[in-house]
């Protein structure tokens, strides 16, 4: 089950991109303003960010006391919930935490894992899997998930993880990196897993791992990404007001994950494509706390976007 | 004559650049070598890197200990000499400095201004200068070369300063500002320069000061070009080995002055272009110490890889 299976051209997808990370309950301040108890986790923002692009499903856990009108943001893009258990006695895991002035780096002030502690990811019809994303997680559990779907049936497996695994599971790690198509990270995490400070030097190693794709966020200075022997490099949609960093990252996966779904193919051309619809999403993202500049978005806001980015970047 | 032009579009200019900087003897530590008594200086790199692509005159002074062998190097590109003023008695600048493995920032270990230190600027012919750079230097000097030309006459005039002018001499600084149609600086001291983190608002504050025409360098990290109201962002051409930063930015800016110059026009598109060769300059000149790289250069080279560079970057 665990054999990896080359990137492949295959017939349009029609089952939808699946997701697994967390739900969770934020609460953020930056020099703008703050707020409290608002809607966040990886699987949120990512699967929010998919839906304009794709039918995508969640697996993920929440306690009892977690918001109908959360649920209900998530139900209104018609993204698949029956992965989404609630523990029937524990609290959703909640994250509190806080930007300075260049909003480069979040400070963690508070981490309640609650009900993630026992989580026990279960993914049903994995048969019916053709695009996943692994996000930041335990390693052990993204190992788990990846166990339970058909993985030479799935076109494309991609993970996201973090500094904590890399330095603190990094056996754990280096097993589920073996097994995936493609990997985001920031730059940071790059350097830090394979010791090299340059990033093409650092991609290389990193495809030895495993993965033939490797994307490497910068932040506001933009993406790269590598390609088996290939690469493209992408700067940042240019913003003059970031409001809230939050979510940045899994929302660009998102926009990038949900547009290859949609493709159904993986090509180096729908790749680079990918990754700037990911950018474009992710610049939506922080102009406001929490989803709500998604929740604001047309399809046609989207595209008018990304004609701008192009013309940015066109010389 | 300090009257600042509008920015226009002219007939073909037949007129060479004008570059005024200094002329060098580097000493410099990498991680990955050193090199003692090498050529460099601002005025070195910037018009080699322009006579690529337009005649350019050179303004500065070295002292009577000046190498003929590097003298030799920038006639051998047909630089105008006749601006070098040669010092009876005193020596010429030198520089030392070190990077370390993130080369981002050189450390400076030694500074002899020397012959610098009584630099008065004599500009021959100031009413032949189309394209003006004033590479960075005490202003007030800047300022002493800006006056030595036919102000209205000049198609472009283009300032590049430091930290160190805009924390000691901000009155002068402001002041040669104030009568610059372009400004190239890095991230940092456009911040330093406004007091405002994102370079967005930073840019719009320099325009007030006085330039149409911002280019922000962020190294590794690519360039954002503000004109107006228009802007542009082009990412760094993507480098496996960079093994000598020093220069960097004065090569960079000779390629923009020099392609600029070429076209005799300033434009938005001109101004894209002028930037992607720039960065396509500067990555040859971090390949190796000193002008090393840049010396083995053929124009054939520059075309490729700003071709390549458009691949890269283009979705």
Same mark, same amino acid.
């Given at each position: ?8 051209? @295959? *017939? ?22 703050? +707020?409290? *108890? ?6 949120? !923002?990512?699967? !929010? ?13 929440? =306690? ?17 919930? /029956? ?13 509190? =935490?806080? !930007? ?9 002030? #508070? ?7 026992? %989580? ?32 030479? +049936? ?23 990196? *073996? ?9 940071? /995490?790059? &350097? ?11 991609? +290389? ?22 390609? &088996?022997?290939? %690469? %493209?490099?992408?700067? @940042? ?46 610049? %939506?993202?922080? #102009? ?7 929740? #604001? ?10 004609? #701008? ?7």
């Amino acid at each position: 089950m665990l054999m990896k299976s080359p990137v492949k051209k @295959a *017939e349009k997808s029609t089952q939808p991109l699946l997701v697994i990370g967390t739900v969770a309950v934020d609460s953020v301040e930056t020099p703008f303003g703050k +707020r409290e *108890e608002c809607f966040g986790g990886s699987a949120s !923002y990512f699967s !929010y960010s998919a839906s304009f692009f794709t039918p995508v499903r969640l697996v993920a856990v929440v =306690g009892k006391d977690f918001p109908g009108q959360y649920r209900k943001v998530l139900e209104e893009r018609n993204i698949n919930l /029956e992965g989404l258990q609630v523990h029937p006695t524990g609290k959703t895991f909640r994250w509190k =935490g806080k !930007y300075d002035f260049d909003l480069n780096n979040a400070q963690t002030l #508070e981490t309640h894992l609650n009900v993630l502690l026992e %989580f026990d990811p279960v993914v049903k019809g994995g048969d019916q899997v053709d695009f996943l994303f692994l996000a930041n997680f335990d390693p052990a559990l993204q190992m788990k998930v990846l166990k339970q779907v058909d993985r030479p +049936r799935v076109k494309l497996a991609a993970l996201d993880t973090m500094n904590f695994w890399i330095q603190n599971k990094p056996k754990d790690l280096k097993a589920v990196i *073996e097994h995936v198509d493609l990997i985001v990270l920031n730059d940071g /995490e790059t &350097r830090q897993l394979t010791g090299e400070n340059n990033l093409i030097k650092a991609a +290389r190693k990193i495809r030895e791992m495993g993965p033939d794709i490797i994307v490497v966020k910068k932040g506001e200075h933009g993406v790269l990404l590598f390609f &088996r022997d290939q %690469f %493209f490099v992408l700067p @940042a949609f240019p913003l003059e007001s970031v409001f809230d960093p939050t979510g940045a990252g899994d929302t660009f996966a998102g926009g990038m994950m949900g547009y290859i779904s949609k493709q159904g193919t993986v090509t180096f051309d729908t790749l680079k494509k990918a990754v700037a619809y990911g950018s474009v999403m992710a610049s %939506f993202a922080v #102009e406001k706390f929490s989803l709500d500049r998604l929740r #604001e978005l047309k399809q046609a806001d989207i595209e008018e976007r990304l004609a #701008e980015f192009r013309a940015l970047t066109k010389f």
